[in-house]
């Protein structure tokens, strides 16, 4: 027979042996559990490389077999160095066929415009000048696109990467025949030309058949304050405008074209007439700069007549575009990328062909030529495309108008 005291005991025994179960976990009554599951695998990526587009750029290897998959390359150039470009291209990409087609940029504008109306894109780069209506009809309408190859975005100031990018500045400047006047330049003022010893002595293509040479009569009405001080420089009085006449630019333009300016189709027919061989007092005119390249194969004696006052012409950009609708992108960029030069002091087998004296890379890794005037130093006005083309067809028309 249990005693109290052994029933107290056992009642303690029984506590202490709960107490235990609790702090252990053991539930204090069943609890249903579900059946064990195998976890499920968590399949862990490998971090992989950024694919790039490859019409970006980014990826130059990717962009190069892009453009050998497409094999064509069409581009309208203004220049007929085009020629030297298609060789480079295709010693460098064998597997590309580039196709090179030489015009004036009057000439493409028009034909980039009819093409683009008639849904016939045939163009895939434009290698164009004539900035102010590059930019204010063939960029604003989207005919052209840029193309900034990202290797050169820090290498080329921004002015010359917007709206589209530009390789080089050319010109159109006041020339002169150095064989025929070795002592420098006949001209010092540009009013001289107006003068009765120049009377049909100055040359120059009609600048209503080219647009390089509007934007160069262009550029001298804007710059009528400075064309009237040099105006009264040569001549010691205050100029005095003709009736209907608004201004110093416009006035030099009349007595330019009355003292028998002979007006020209070409470039070259001004370079052949100035600078041939065997001249005595030749004439003047005004051309490219970088033309000066040719006087010995062509047997020319071309010279910039840099010191002239207020200025010796215009310097203006030489534009890369895309054509919009182009059926090969991607050689269309990769050629752009190619007449922007390579890692060499004067830009390689690219830029070759405008690494000359009078024609000056945007790259500011690529040295100066050494037989050119530095740019700084060089006396043409730069143009503004935009307030050149919102006066250009009112100076066309007004030279229209000149009997």
Not at 31 to 47: G, M, N
Request: glycine fraction near 6%; charge should be negative; proline fraction near 7%.
């Amino acid at each position: 027979m249990k005693t109290k005291k052994m029933k107290a005991q056992m009642l303690t025994a029984l506590l202490v042996c709960l107490v235990l179960l609790a702090a252990c976990g053991s539930p204090a009554t069943p609890v249903a559990t579900e059946p064990l599951v195998e976890p499920t695998e968590v399949a862990t990526e490998v971090p992989t490389e950024v694919a790039f587009d490859p019409l970006s750029g980014e990826d130059l290897e990717a962009l190069v077999a892009a453009a050998e998959a497409e094999g064509t390359v069409v581009v309208y150039s203004f220049t007929s160095r085009i020629a030297k470009v298609e060789t480079a291209f295709e010693e460098a990409y064998t597997g590309i066929d580039l196709v090179g087609a030489d015009m004036s940029s009057t000439e493409m504008i028009t034909r980039l415009k009819a093409e683009a109306d008639a849904g016939s894109i045939e163009a895939d780069v434009a290698y164009i000048s004539d900035a102010p209506v590059v930019f204010g009809e063939l960029v604003q309408s989207g005919i052209l696109e840029s193309f900034v190859p990202p290797q050169f975005v820090d290498l080329v100031p921004a002015e010359f990467q917007v709206p589209l990018l530009a390789n080089r500045i050319s010109t159109k400047v006041l020339m002169y025949n150095e064989e025929s006047y070795p002592d420098g330049s006949p001209i010092s003022n540009l009013w001289e030309l107006t003068q009765p010893e120049w009377t049909g002595k100055v040359i120059m293509v009609d600048p209503l058949v080219r647009g390089d040479y509007l934007d160069l009569m262009t550029e001298i009405v804007l710059r009528s304050d400075e064309m009237a001080a040099a105006y009264e420089q040569l001549f010691g009085t205050a100029i005095t405008l003709d009736d209907g006449i608004e201004n110093a630019g416009l006035q030099f333009i009349k007595m330019l074209f009355a003292n028998d300016l002979i007006l020209v189709s070409s470039t070259d027919d001004v370079n052949a007439a100035v600078g041939a061989l065997g001249q005595e007092n030749a004439p003047v005119g005004f051309t490219s700069y970088s033309d000066r390249r040719d006087n010995e194969d062509e047997g020319w004696a071309l010279q910039v007549a840099n010191d002239v006052v207020p200025s010796n012409g215009i310097s203006f950009p030489a534009l890369l575009g895309i054509v919009e609708g182009a059926e090969h992108p991607a050689a269309a960029r990769l050629l752009i990328y190619f007449m922007m030069g390579d890692d060499s002091p004067t830009g390689g087998p690219g830029f070759a062909p405008f690494y000359v004296a009078g024609d000056w890379a945007t790259r500011t890794d690529i040295d100066p030529h050494p037989d050119a005037i530095p740019f700084a130093e060089f006396n043409a006005w730069y143009i503004d495309p935009i307030a050149t083309f919102e006066i250009r067809q009112d100076v066309a028309d007004f030279i229209l108008s000149l009997p």
